[in-house]
């Protein structure tokens, strides 16, 4: 298995469809909604959409992403995209970062120079990483996705023939956050050979459904946790309804629309992060579109959704597993708008828990929403280890 170098390039009548379409746009009638009460309030969308169609610059974007070097490899007849960034300290460690849904590889290009490259931050040199960033297949440019059955555990066995067999770590690091996490959990359970150490940025392990764990499993210090989870399950109830029982239903249209594509992803980045319901102010506008734009340009939108059929609502029983602990030492960063979460106790109970740090802002995208705090913090974590 050769990675072949890869150049982000679309098509220019695939970029001029998207805009196209962006002002053929048939708006749904909305009133009553100012507080997105009933989803994603239409003078607002009205308004990025606008900018999207008139202003955005995809090129500009793509040029961007392009200073990055990019690869693709196929494993096991799955197509998988990853930026690969080479350290600049003196002895680079070789780190998997992976993203989750509604997010892609591009959030993390604000946490990556800052683990390639620490001295240019204020940092230590020799905290530097070998950094690789995978789109998750199904997403963006690992497509085009035909294999069925590919949940968390087997994607981090992809992840380990990425980062072994392809690229010649015989031990790495990994850091995840939403399926991220998830993934990045199963190679601290199954890989411990391959994984020095995990960390994740969203609190929540294997087997550990923080969305229904009891009030009283949390201690007074964390009642806050308990609280801030019981208001998000309102916010994550529609999607994962949809994604794990019927999500190609659901691509046709988003596939059709960028607009449809843009409401579904943008009314998650606002409701999930810690934006105060500003996320264009958050985010930034061309962030925003980027990341619909790079789901609609791909085509990606409906793989991307089967992520939760196959984990939640498998067609096939996967096997019992006796030992769900986590073999490798963990580090947690737990956000204040963080949408599950697991009590400190538990997680010194299924795992050697190494770092635990409460940062003071962010939500479910921390590391697009506090770079600076996740590199750091991810630098200090595997710093700290020697099983390298």
Same mark, same amino acid.
């Given at each position: ?9 679309? $098509? %220019?009548? =695939?970029?001029?469809?998207m805009?196209r *379409? /962006? ?10 909604? &100012?507080?997105w ?24 974007q ?21 930026v690969?960034?080479r350290?600049?300290?003196?002895s680079?460690?070789p ?8 997010w ?18 204020g ?7 070998d950094v ?8 963006g440019?690992?497509?085009p ?5 590919? $949940? %968390?555990? =087997? ?5 380990? *023939? /990425? ?10 690091g &990994? ?17 411990a ?26 201690a007074?210090?964390e009642?806050?946790m308990?609280?801030?989870r ?33 409401a ?11 934006c ?6 958050l ?9 619909a ?8 939108i409906g793989?991307?959704l ?8 498998p067609?096939?029983?996967?096997a ?20 599950a ?10 795992c ?17 929403e506090?770079?600076?705090a ?15």
């Amino acid at each position: 298995m050769r990675p072949e170098p890869f150049r982000i390039e679309v $098509e %220019p009548a =695939r970029v001029d469809d998207m805009k196209r *379409r /962006l002002a053929a746009t048939r708006w749904a009638p909305d009133f009553g909604n &100012a507080d997105w009460a009933y989803g994603v309030e239409r003078g607002w969308l009205e308004s990025m959409v606008d900018y999207w169609r008139d202003e955005f610059d995809w090129r500009a974007q793509e040029a961007a992403m392009n200073r990055l070097p990019h690869f693709r490899v196929a494993i096991d007849g799955v197509p998988i995209h990853f930026v690969h960034a080479r350290g600049q300290g003196p002895s680079p460690r070789p780190l998997v970062l992976t993203h989750g849904w509604p997010w892609t590889f591009w959030d993390w290009k604000d946490v990556i120079p800052r683990l390639t490259d620490p001295a240019a931050f204020g940092g230590d040199p020799r905290q530097s990483f070998d950094v690789i960033v995978p789109s998750l297949p199904g997403f963006g440019f690992s497509t085009p996705l035909t294999t069925t059955g590919l $949940e %968390p555990r =087997r994607i981090a066995r992809l992840w380990v *023939r /990425l980062m072994r067999d392809v690229l010649g770590h015989a031990r790495f690091g &990994a850091v995840g956050g939403d399926w991220g996490a998830q993934i990045t959990g199963e190679l601290g359970i199954d890989h411990a050979a391959e994984v020095c150490g995990i960390y994740l940025t969203m609190p929540i392990l294997p087997g550990v459904d923080g969305r229904f764990l009891p009030a009283e499993a949390y201690a007074a210090d964390e009642q806050w946790m308990v609280a801030r989870r019981d208001e998000a399950l309102p916010l994550i109830a529609s999607h994962i309804a949809v994604h794990m029982h019927d999500p190609q239903t659901l691509a046709y249209a988003l596939a059709d629309s960028p607009v449809g594509t843009a409401a579904w992803i943008w009314e998650r980045r606002r409701a999930w992060s810690d934006c105060g319901g500003d996320v264009a102010g958050l985010f930034g506008r061309d962030f925003l579109c980027a990341t619909a734009s790079l789901y609609w340009l791909t085509n990606t939108i409906g793989s991307s959704l089967r992520i939760y059929k196959e984990a939640f609502n498998p067609t096939t029983t996967p096997a019992p597993r006796a030992d769900l602990r986590v073999k490798t030492p963990v580090g947690l960063a737990i956000a204040p708008k963080e949408l599950a979460y697991m009590p400190r106790a538990m997680a010194e109970e299924r795992c050697d828990l190494r770092r635990w740090t409460l940062l003071p802002r962010g939500g479910h995208f921390a590391p697009a929403e506090q770079p600076e705090a996740i590199a750091s913090d991810v630098r200090a974590f595997f710093g700290a280890l020697e099983a390298w």
